[in-house]
């Protein structure tokens, strides 16, 4: 029987993929940005120089030139202090073709950025956000680590429900900078989940086939010494 935690898995993961289709559907054969303007006319009321300014420090976190150390941080840290070699390949894998990923998307679906950006203006295309595509990615696999890491129960929830409420910040602040629509950040979130579970898995299953070559070698019992 499949436990709690797969059966949340694959129902957030087909609600992600339903989520995506029916995204790019509305916006790139139906043409319909309705709640994409109504999402940016809720947020014009609250732009203001501190709000700014909060919200540029936050969607720091989600940039290239965080998230390059980050992985690099990590890649370390399990290689040579934790010594978990299968964290140290599942962080640049995961990161290296979630970015791919993303380059692809955005020259498949070629979307201009919203007029009117905040600050410097962004110049490459719109969706899905990459921002909100690799920060689930990111503090997804975080989150993973975590689940499987921590034995402290309240520990573990406390840094898994913070993680999420980060994602979901970094893409707010995508929206408030109007660095993005709201469906690129509502299709980056449902593609950085989907990306992160098949990741997951794929890496798994090698892991898993990893194991069994080593498996028989390791209980192969010893060959009995000649006798001189």
């Known amino acids: 029987m499949l436990s709690l ?48 300014a909060i919200m540029n420090f936050i969607t720091f976190f989600g940039k290239h030139e965080f998230l390059i150390p980050a992985n690099l941080l990590l890649i370390a840290y399990y290689l040579f202090l934790k010594k978990h070699k299968w964290y140290s390949i599942k962080i640049p894998a995961i990161a290296i073709s979630s970015l791919l990923l993303m380059f692809g998307l955005k020259r498949l679906f070629a979307r201009e950025r919203p007029v009117g950006q905040l600050l410097e203006e962004a110049k490459n295309f719109s969706f899905p956000s990459g921002h909100a595509l690799m920060s689930v990615t990111f503090y997804g696999l975080m989150a993973y680590i975590a689940w499987h890491s921590i034995k402290n129960k309240t520990a573990k929830w ?11 910040l970094i893409g707010l602040s995508r929206l408030y900078l109007r660095r993005h629509y709201y469906s690129d950040v509502a299709a980056g979130f449902a593609m950085g989940f989907l990306w992160l579970v098949i990741s997951l898995k794929v890496i798994r299953q090698i892991e898993k086939k990893g194991m069994q070559k080593v498996d028989p070698v390791v209980q192969q019992p010893a060959m009995p010494a000649e006798s001189s």
Not at 6 to 22: D, E, P, Q, R, Y
Not at 163 to 168: E, F, P, R, T, V
């Open 5 to 52: 935690e797969m059966v949340t898995i694959l129902a957030v993961f087909f609600l992600s993929l339903i989520a995506f289709i029916f995204i790019t559907r509305r916006i790139f054969l139906l043409r319909n940005e309705e709640l994409d303007n109504k999402v940016f006319e809720v947020l014009r009321p609250y732009i203001n120089d501190t709000n700014t």
């Open 158 to 168: 406390i840094i898994i429900v913070l993680l999420i409420g980060w994602i979901i």
